[in-house]
């Protein structure tokens, strides 16, 4: 399985292969130790991934000992350390907390084993990483890294959490994003450190999009793009009878399902980063359709979790005085997922069907 993924690598560098999730990672990740930044990642699991994705510390067949290829790019380059961590959340992100601001010039990274055990760290969330800027004056750069999406796999393996962060966000204290392509992923990672502020960083990382044929970019989009906070639907229609905003892994089932109904009447923007909410970039996405067209917020997630409660807080039920706003979700619940992966399936269809205006 090593082999064959360094092989694939190898495929993408020369622009055979479009380039996926985890070599995006990589290629942030080594872009910036060659250019002196420090690198430090730690997980319970990260130094193979949880999804059998990254496999960044290989071990000798022979004798078992380390090699890390990220510490082997050129002479005196930064330091880079992928660590698995105990299964102490609390412990370990206090600890890269703390790491965070003794060390505001290096990309400092905590990853969940599934973005739903960010629950057992709240008190560092809540106390530290969310309001020490407005408490103390203390700037954090750390990075979370959150696996997220509703993949049928059970009430504890679903969810991040996404609407416990938006509900912490204020004046501009933290970023929250969920991107949907590799390449917006390595810009949102180069651009934590190259800017010149710190502000902590909560990514939602995907599951299945880690291998989803779709969910490649290509190397130009890494050479010459950078983050967009949103990106338009860019097909040409005239009459759109309605516009889905979305983001994460259920854009892709939109995209599939349009194309499976030819619903092209139908538009889907995406929405990248949720705050500091991209108002103006979300308008000019906007800003070709004609006022009165239904706008709806599409989340896997159920109605009174996501990020549905936020975005009516923010948008209103008339979005920019010139569009009716609604939310289409599942029903609201005391879990954040059903544990029945037929009811899962039912469910996502049944979401999808209400996108559409199929039901």
């Known amino acids: 399985k090593i082999k064959r993924g360094l092989e694939m690598r190898q495929e993408m560098a020369r622009g055979t292969r479009p380039i996926d999730w985890s070599a995006a990672e990589a290629l942030a990740f080594a872009s910036l130790d060659v250019e002196g930044i420090r690198v430090r990642l730690s997980g319970q699991d990260s130094a193979r991934g949880t999804f059998s994705h990254r496999h960044a510390v290989l071990r000798d067949y022979h004798d078992g000992h380390p090699y890390v290829p990220l510490q082997h790019l050129q002479r005196g380059q930064a330091p880079v350390e992928i660590i698995n961590s105990p299964l102490s959340e609390i412990g370990v992100l206090g600890f890269e907390y703390g790491y965070s601001l003794d060390c505001p010039e290096g990309l400092i990274l905590w990853e969940a084993q599934f973005g739903d055990f960010v629950n057992a760290a709240q008190v560092i969330i809540d106390q530290f990483i969310t309001s020490a800027e407005e408490k103390w004056r203390r700037l954090s750069g750390l990075v979370l890294l959150l696996p997220h999406g509703f993949e049928g796999m059970g009430p504890e393996h679903s969810s991040a959490r996404i609407e416990r962060f938006l509900q912490l966000c204020a004046k501009d204290n933290i970023q929250v994003v969920y991107p949907t392509t590799p390449a917006q992923y390595f810009h949102c990672l180069r651009r934590q450190v190259l800017r010149k502020w710190r502000k902590p960083l909560v990514i939602m990382t995907p599951k299945s999009l880690?291998?989803?044929?779709?969910?490649?970019?290509t190397l130009d989009a890494f050479?010459?793009?950078e983050f967009e906070t949103v990106i338009a639907d860019r097909s040409v229609q005239q009459d759109y009878q309605k516009i889905l905003l979305c983001s994460g892994k259920v854009y892709y089932d939109l995209e599939k399902k349009r194309a499976e109904t030819n619903r092209n009447d139908v538009a889907i923007v995406r929405i990248e980063q949720f705050y500091p909410v991209p108002e103006e970039r979300l308008r000019a996405a906007l800003e070709g359709y004609a006022a009165g067209t239904p706008v709806m917020w599409i989340q896997e997630e159920p109605r009174n979790m996501g990020a549905a409660c936020f975005w009516h807080l923010q948008l209103g039920n008339r979005l920019f005085d010139r569009f009716p706003f609604s939310v289409v979700a599942r029903a609201a619940?005391?879990?954040?997922?059903?544990?029945?992966?037929?009811?899962?399936?039912?469910?996502?269809t049944e979401l999808l069907a209400a996108a559409f205006g199929l039901q």
Do not use: F, I, K, Y
């Open 223 to 225: 050479a010459d793009g």
């Open 333 to 348: 619940s005391a879990s954040p997922a059903t544990g029945s992966a037929s009811r899962h399936h039912q469910q996502q």
């Open 210 to 217: 880690l291998r989803h044929p779709r969910a490649v970019s």
